[in-house]
């Protein structure tokens, strides 16, 4: 069974930058896919980024290219979401989420294993 729990999340103004944290359990970094989604109220979770195992090939949803930056810590079995030049419609819930699909899994239901959820406010 895999646990994840996000942290980092916050209220922060238009402009600002955050880094949201995922602690894995066990060796999940070395095993899983690990992605980021969001929910924003009244919408449905999408796709943020995404790091393959190992931390290998990260990619990203185009609403974020340029402005997040996904990375693993396989000693710490923690990955990170760095968020800069945030935007009021960046505004959710970030969940951090594992996967044992192989490729470049970016759809909800590649992903087994979810976090509880951080909540991200971007003011303007």
């Known amino acids: 069974q895999v646990q994840l729990v996000e942290s980092g999340g916050g209220l922060v103004q238009a402009g600002g930058s955050l880094r949201l944290s995922c602690a894995a359990s066990g060796r999940t970094l070395s095993t899983y896919a690990m992605g980021w989604f969001r929910q924003a109220p009244g919408k449905e979770r999408e796709f943020v980024a995404a790091?393959?195992?190992?931390?290998?090939?990260?990619y990203y949803a185009d609403s974020v290219r340029g402005r997040v930056t996904i990375s693993g810590d396989n000693a710490k079995n923690t990955v990170y979401l760095q968020m800069n030049t945030l935007k009021p419609e960046d505004t959710a819930v970030y969940y951090c989420?594992?996967?044992?699909?192989?490729?470049?899994?970016?759809?909800?239901?590649?992903?087994?294993?979810w976090g509880q959820g951080t909540q991200v406010t971007v003011s303007t």
């Open positions: 989420a594992a996967s044992r699909s192989g490729g470049y899994p970016a759809s909800n239901r590649d992903y087994s294993y």
């Open positions: 790091i393959q195992q190992r931390g290998r090939s990260p």
